[in-house]
């Protein structure tokens, strides 16, 4: 009879141990769902605005200088973008090492992201030239791995919260590849004189592709910090 009541207690322990682990993970799910979509809006409202102050501070800063033989206004909307393209860079890398805590891969790719920022903010000061190639091509392949390493976390940390959402991420890691290996391939045809057109043609449809997997990242974004949120 002392034998049941210990099951019973045992059992009675193992149930409330795992309510809780459940409730830690809901309550960890859900602060990283609040980062998530910080991180979310910061890159699809970061790189239009952006692209948005860099056109109106181009013409602005052009018929500024011709009326007035002056670049001052290029360089202010310059100083502008370059503050704001530094503060949302600071917060998205601070939210990746803060998600890292739970994922390394967060991790790893808060450190791309910021060899990314530091090489391309490098590129724009550097004459044309050996180092700036070479920053250039650490910029690209930072890129590549700050992509791979988000996505991988995204997958991670979906374990035992959607499934379904885990395997789109997947899914688009290996379109991301092939659509990589098929640029490369397309550049290289470039130089063949007899397909030189059908390559040339092939990378346009390539970079509608790129558009497409870049829509398609921003839709899983929002659904992972749903996800994670509501868990």
Not at 95 to 122: D, M, N, R, V
Not at 130 to 148: G, N, P, Q, S, W
Request: some cysteine; aromatic content about 14%; glycine content about 8%.
């Amino acid at each position: 009879m002392f034998d049941n009541y210990s099951n019973y207690d045992s059992i009675t322990n193992d149930r409330e141990r795992e309510e809780k682990l459940m409730q830690d993970k809901r309550e960890r799910c859900h602060k990283e769902g609040k980062l998530y979509f910080v991180l979310f809006w910061l890159t699809v409202l970061g790189t239009p605005v952006i692209l948005l102050l860099s056109i109106i501070g181009g013409v602005a800063g052009a018929a500024f200088d011709v009326l007035f033989d002056s670049k001052a206004v290029l360089y202010g909307f310059l100083g502008i973008i370059g503050v704001i393209s530094l503060a949302a860079g600071i917060v998205t890398a601070v939210i990746l090492f803060i998600l890292g805590k739970e994922e390394s891969c967060f991790k790893a790719a808060g450190i791309a992201y910021i060899i990314i920022a530091l090489s391309s903010t490098a590129t724009e000061f550097l004459p044309d030239g050996l180092i700036k190639t070479v920053l250039k091509l650490v910029t690209l392949i930072a890129e590549m791995f700050y992509l791979f390493e988000f996505i991988n976390g995204s997958i991670y940390i979906l374990a035992g919260v959607d499934n379904y959402i885990a395997s789109s991420w997947e899914t688009l890691k290996k379109v991301i590849i092939y659509l990589f290996i098929g640029i490369v391939a397309c550049v290289i045809l470039v130089f063949i004189p007899i397909i030189r057109y059908l390559a040339i043609i092939a990378l346009f449809i390539a970079c509608i592709g790129a558009i497409g997997i870049l829509i398609w990242e921003w839709v899983l974004m929002f659904k992972t910090a749903r996800a994670l949120k509501n868990f």
